[in-house]
């Protein structure tokens, strides 16, 4: 028996979000995560038949191929898995010159230096995206981060002017209606989405893009994000504004629709 017909007895699935992709990791009962090639090579554009080949002609790599039943929106399916440690090894046989695009070159890139640990993250510490926590944000120190913080230090000044007055003046209500007009006009990570809204945008998008690949025969999850970037305005679909989450929903349920009639979204 081949290394890859020895099934995995898998005791755990995530899906993770590595920038715009979608990727299936699964951790075995003995604890290895192992990865979907099948969706790797579409993200990538790669031929999953020539991969698969290369897998098995390298006995370094075939050492961790091995297959699984993992759970899909059409139900459980059998498919062909890599372990995570020679994903690098896998991925770096892959010659960037080859690539007939600069964004699926820095796409390849980003999957040769990053996908393994973020993929090992999601078992680790819950990790599910690449997209920065606010905290990370704000000790890159940059120029943006900067801006950030001094904006949020003269809210504050001004919120204490703002009572100031009030208690001088005895009109606090005035100076209160004053201070939300102030806080509502400066950026805030509360007023973004929540964790829950954005997993169903990113579901709604996966089924959008799914439909529209079978029209297309290609991989539309980054083409169908970048439509939702370019329609509100924004660069991660974490950031959509939360009063923006209904026109979002909206939107892709009647992109589906035009694409599948009224076939359950």
Known sequence: MS?????????????????????????????????????????????????LQRIERTAVLEKGYRSGDIQTSGGRREVKLLKLNVVPLWLATISTKSIRSDELRERLEKYQTEAAQILWEA????????????????DSNSPAAQAYKMAMAMAELARNQLQLEARLENRLDVHETRLERLEAALPSPKSHITEDQAMQISQSVKTVALALGKRTKKNEFGAVYGELYRKFGITSYKMLPAKKFEAAINFLT????????????
């Open 123 to 138: 078992f680790q510490t819950g990790r599910l995206t690449t997209a920065p926590e606010i905290e990370d944000l704000l």
């Open 3 to 51: 290394q890859s017909n020895q099934k995995l007895q898998i005791a755990e699935q995530k899906t993770v979000l590595f920038y715009d992709d979608e990727l299936v990791a699964v951790r075995t009962q003995e604890g290895n995560v192992y990865v979907s090639i099948r969706q790797m090579c579409d993200a990538l554009e790669l031929n999953l038949s020539g991969q």
């Open 254 to 265: 009647e992109w589906h629709q035009n694409l599948e009639g009224d076939a359950p979204f």
